[in-house]
């Protein structure tokens, strides 16, 4: 079922490593009326996570039932089995605070919500496979087998940029920011006079 939000929607994507986050974060504090929409996932609830700002948490029944009912505009699954994705209602939750809507996404959700969502805008954020092998090891979170994995992967996955609209090389934190806030901006303003 296509959605057409009434707003445009970012869709920010790119390897494991590459910063999405960071970039993420540095835009909406330099762009006003953005909102990041919240992921959905099975995993329990940590100590000092709140429903509805960090995930919406819900059971595996629940996110079950969501998935049979479309609820979802994209999801996965993890070998750990648990899941994540994002809920349909989150463009709508987002333009009811009159924001603009951005998804933080792995590549396949994002070309999932690139198909199904109707003028989203896509931007791939690439980096050196050096740098995010650096930047993977200085996160500490995975074993070295894990990041060998994560490295072959974004190596396929930056084969895979052309697909997307625009992508944003982050090799210099500040000018990787300021390309993203441009290019966003440069949307909002077009979309503006459309």
């Given at each position: 079922?296509?959605v ?6 970012f869709?920010?994507?790119?390897p494991s490593?590459a910063g999405?986050?960071t ?13 990041v929409?919240?992921?959905a ?8 996570e ?5 995930y ?11 998935v049979g009912?479309?609820?979802f ?6 070998v750990?089995g648990?899941?994540y994705g994002t ?9 009811e605070h009159?924001?603009v809507?951005?998804l ?13 969502v109707?003028g989203?805008i896509?931007?791939?954020i ?17 074993s070295?087998?894990?990041i ?8 396929t996955q930056?084969?895979q940029?052309?697909?997307f609209?625009?992508m944003?090389?982050n ?7 300021a ?9 909002l303003s ?5």
């Amino acid at each position: 079922m296509p959605v057409s939000p009434p707003r445009p929607v970012f869709v920010v994507t790119g390897p494991s490593g590459a910063g999405k986050g960071t970039l993420i974060k540095g835009l909406v504090e330099r762009v006003s009326g953005l909102e990041v929409a919240v992921s959905a996932t099975t995993r329990p609830q940590r100590p000092g996570e709140v429903d509805g700002r960090d995930y919406w948490f819900l059971s595996d029944e629940e996110f079950t039932r969501r998935v049979g009912a479309d609820g979802f505009l994209e999801w996965v699954s993890y070998v750990s089995g648990r899941r994540y994705g994002t809920l349909r209602s989150e463009i709508d939750r987002i333009a009811e605070h009159m924001s603009v809507c951005v998804l933080e996404l792995e590549l396949e959700g994002a070309l999932a919500v690139q198909d199904e969502v109707a003028g989203s805008i896509t931007i791939f954020i690439a980096a050196d496979v050096d740098e995010l092998e650096r930047r993977l090891r200085e996160r500490a979170t995975e074993s070295t087998g894990e990041i060998g994995e994560r490295i072959a992967l974004a190596r396929t996955q930056l084969e895979q940029a052309h697909r997307f609209r625009y992508m944003v090389r982050n090799d210099d934190l500040e000018r990787a920011t300021a390309a993203l806030v441009s290019l966003v901006e440069c949307e909002l303003s077009f979309g503006a006079r459309s």
